[in-house]
C-alpha cells in the first residue's frame, strides 16, 4: 500500500508571495491533517479535514487555509509569505473513524523556505 | 495549556542498552489514545505504539514497550536493547475523543526527546 506522497519536498519561495503544498493519504484513509514544525516551536497542529470538512483547526492566522477534495486528497495554502513561515509541513492521515486508536500516518513532508 | 508533557529534551544511551523516555499527559477526558512517533533526521515521522485509556495490558511491538500508568497520567516508552538506528527524536502524542463519536480531538504532541545511541 503507497504511503502519504507529500509534494513538492522543496520549495523556495520570496516573503509576500503565496504557495500550495499537496497531499495524497493512504488509499481509504479520509482524514487529512496538517502539521508545521520547526525547531523552535515544535509540532504544531494547523487543521484537520474529513470527508472535504475541516474537523478541527489550530492557532494560525488565515493565511493559512487548506481544503479536501472527494478523493481525500488535501491541499495547503499559504498566502502572503512571511519569513517566519519557514518549515517543514507534514501531512498526515489516518483512517478517521472516530475511534482514538487510529494513528496518523506521516508524509515525507515538504521543506519551505522563505527568503 | 500543555496536554502533552516530555520533561528529556536529550539523552544519550549505550549500544544494547534499555532507554526509558518520559511522557506524562493531562486530560479529564476517560477515553484517549496515546501514541509515540519516531523522527529520524531524515525527517519522517514514524509510528511506534499505541495505548487506549481503555486497554488494561501495557502495549507492546517488539522492542518497544509502553509503561502505562493511569492514575498517574504517565506513558512512558521503553525501547529495549538499543540499535544506532535507534538514534532520533521520540515523540509522545495523545488524541482525545468518544469511541464512534461524530468528533474527536485533534492530535497533540509533546516536544519530543532526542535520543542519541552510542557504540
Redesign the interface.
Known amino acids: 500500500k503507497a504511503g502519504v506522497t507529500q509534494t513538492p519536498r522543496y520549495l523556495i519561495k520570496t516573503r509576500g508571495q503565496q504557495v500550495t503544498l499537496s497531499c495524497s493519504p493512504i488509499s481509504g484513509h479520509r482524514s487529512v491533517s496538517w502539521y508545521q514544525q520547526t525547531p523552535g516551536q515544535g509540532l504544531q497542529f494547523l487543521f484537520e479535514y474529513f470527508s472535504e470538512t475541516q474537523r478541527n483547526k489550530g492557532n494560525f492566522p488565515g493565511r493559512f487555509s487548506g481544503r479536501q477534495f472527494s478523493n481525500s486528497r488535501s491541499e495547503m495554502n499559504v498566502s502572503t509569505l512571511e519569513l517566519g513561515d519557514s518549515a517543514l509541513y507534514l501531512c498526515a492521515s489516518s483512517l478517521g473513524s472516530g475511534r482514538p486508536n487510529s494513528p496518523l500516518h506521516f508524509g515525507n513532508g515538504t521543506r519551505l523556505t522563505v527568503t | 495549556a500543555q496536554k502533552i508533557t516530555q520533561t528529556q529534551p536529550g539523552m544519550f544511551v549505550q549500544e544494547k542498552e534499555a532507554v526509558t523516555l518520559d511522557c506524562t499527559y493531562d486530560t479529564s477526558d476517560p ?3 496515546l ?1 509515540w ?1 519516531k523522527q529520524p533526521s ?6 511506534l505504539i ?1 495505548q ?2 481503555y486497554d488494561q495490558q501495557n502495549a507492546t511491538e517488539g522492542r518497544y514497550s509502553l509503561n502505562f500508568q493511569k492514575a498517574r497520567k504517565s506513558a512512558n516508552l521503553v525501547i529495549s536493547a538499543s540499535q544506532l538506528g535507534d538514534s532520533a527524536m521520540y ?1 509522545c ?1 495523545m ?15 509533546g ?2 526527546t532526542q535520543v542519541v545511541v552510542t557504540p
Open positions: 477515553s484517549y489514545g501514541f512517533y531524515s525527517g519522517e515521522m514514524i509510528f499505541y487506549g485509556s515523540f502524542a488524541r482525545e475523543g468518544q469511541e464512534f463519536a461524530d468528533s474527536w480531538g485533534k492530535f497533540q504532541f516536544a519530543g
